[in-house]
């Protein structure tokens, strides 16, 4: 079988009937427009996420080049959670509340003592605290 040239145009023309109808399709559209819309906002939060980081970041680096210490809300956010984890486990503790009052004041006393008893040996000694060890 032979094409002959009419039979070449006839083809093209129904390419370009069959294109036309596709590209006219309102659900293509739409589809195309959502997935546009769902590409640009994934990429519109890496750059946020990205840009925070970098504010983040460069906060942190003015503070500590100011010498402004960073420790000291997550350390009293650790102790406070001590405290509100022993508070907890007195409440829900299987003994009694003076049992536990008596086993918290001897903990509390064995911890006075051996704080009492380090400092009274560098308190004897001629030890001096110049943070180099010795050195």
């Keep these: 079988m032979a094409f002959g040239r009419g039979s070449n ?3 093209w ?9 596709v590209l006219s399709d309102p659900k293509l559209w739409s ?3 959502d997935q546009l819309r769902d590409r640009a906002d994934d990429v519109s939060d890496v750059v946020r996420e990205k840009y ?9 680096m003015s503070s500590a080049l100011r010498g402004e210490n960073q420790w ?9 959670g001590i405290a509100v984890g022993v508070g907890l486990g007195i ?7 003076e049992e536990a009052r008596e086993a918290i004041r001897g903990k509390a006393n064995d911890v006075k003592n051996k704080v009492s008893e380090m400092t009274g040996r560098y308190r004897g000694s001629d030890a001096t605290f110049t ?5």
């Excluded at 925070?52 to 970041?57: P, V």
């Design 131 to 135: 943070g180099t060890d010795g050195d």
């Design 31 to 33: 589809s195309l427009n």
């Design 52 to 60: 925070e980081t970098a504010s983040d970041r460069f906060s942190d």
């Design 91 to 97: 409440l829900f503790a299987p003994m009694s509340g």
């Design 9 to 11: 145009a006839k083809q």
């Design 72 to 80: 000291v809300a997550p350390t009293l956010s650790f102790v406070g």
């Design 13 to 21: 023309a129904r390419f370009a009937m069959k294109f036309g109808l």
